[in-house]
């Protein structure tokens, strides 16, 4: 196994109360016509693998549909997300006007997780390729506290050598070391694939893009980066998070250290367990956005560490 260097229930957005700004297009089962830009609504709703049940779905507001139908290509912008609604309420304006700026057909879908586990930003981003690949042939994974200010970064369909990587070592406030594509990240759909997508082994905070990186390596791709940008680290970037009010989840509890420093070719796109339960329209400053409220499952025999109190273990048990 190769080792890696070491680096460094619900939606939780207010909808209860007003917001200027805010809008919500939908909260009851959607109907006949898709809200997202999904030409064919064969979303995954439950489990992974084959679709077993198509997405309902509900027209978009007159005026708002998604119509990427002329473009040579449609990006995903896929944020993996839990309780961060004042930085969503920052990150979605900012990236479409950046994005409308440059032309680029895109959707941000929102992929929120609701189930008790660790948050799981890999596989989350795993769910919501296999949502929505069959429309958009490039997807950027995209960190909801990462702003670009730089319009020289460009969001464009990344070449055949492999990952766009917009938030580089050289420009990313923090991550300053190589083999760093955390961030921000372009991958085309078929190099995703080729890679079996990302490790669904990391509970918690920190080093799956470090492991992705390994896998970019393995495929036989090469991570690509912005260049001439004159901008630095301090000025390329806007970075929203709040880390003394929203502290990183870096427990390290059973053997998790050890397993999420190898390289893991068991598991990734193929065989991420989750169910949607629902999938919701959301509007922030007249912008539509897609919501999928993810449940992941964790085998608590393979990755304990998905719950450090050990409390999903201990129901594993009883219930065998």
Not at 81 to 110: N, S, Y
Not at 143 to 155: A, G, K, Q, S, T
Not at 216 to 239: C, E, M, S, W, Y
Request: proline share 5%; with cysteine.
């Amino acid at each position: 196994m190769v080792n890696i260097s070491t680096i460094n229930w619900g939606f939780v957005c207010g909808l209860s109360f007003c917001l200027g700004g805010i809008a919500v297009l939908s909260f009851m089962p959607l109907g006949s016509d898709c809200i997202c830009p999904l030409s064919n609504p064969l979303a995954k709703l439950v489990g992974s693998g084959p679709v077993q049940k198509s997405a309902p779905v509900t027209p978009a507001p007159k005026g708002q549909e998604h119509d990427h139908s002329t473009a040579a290509h449609k990006m995903a912008v896929l944020v993996p997300f839990r309780d961060r609604f004042e930085e969503l309420l920052q990150f979605v304006p900012h990236i479409t006007g950046f994005l409308k700026r440059q032309g680029v057909a895109h959707h941000i879908f929102l992929l929120n997780q609701v189930d008790r586990f660790r948050f799981n930003r890999a596989s989350l981003i795993n769910v919501g390729f296999q949502f929505c690949h069959e429309v958009y042939d490039y997807i950027a994974m995209h960190d909801v506290d990462l702003l670009p200010r730089n319009d020289d970064l460009l969001y464009e369909y990344p070449s055949n050598l492999g990952p766009l990587h917009i938030a580089g070592p050289k420009l990313h406030p923090k991550y300053h070391y190589d083999n760093f594509v955390g961030g921000i990240l372009l991958v085309r759909r078929e190099h995703f694939q080729k890679m079996n997508g990302m490790s669904n082994q990391y509970w918690g905070w920190g080093l799956e893009d470090d492991e992705f990186f390994v896998r970019i390596r393995d495929a036989g791709l090469q991570v690509t980066r912005p260049q001439n940008i004159k901008t630095g680290v301090n000025d390329t970037f806007g970075h929203i998070h709040n880390r003394h009010h929203r502290k990183r989840d870096t427990q390290k509890c059973f053997n998790q250290k050890e397993m999420t420093r190898k390289r893991d070719h068991k598991t990734g796109l193929d065989n991420v367990k989750y169910k949607i339960l629902k999938v919701q329209g959301l509007t922030i400053d007249g912008i539509d956005i897609t919501v999928l409220n993810i449940m992941l499952d964790c085998d608590v025999n393979k990755t304990p560490w998905c719950d450090c109190s050990g409390t999903a273990a201990a129901a594993s048990v009883v219930q065998t």
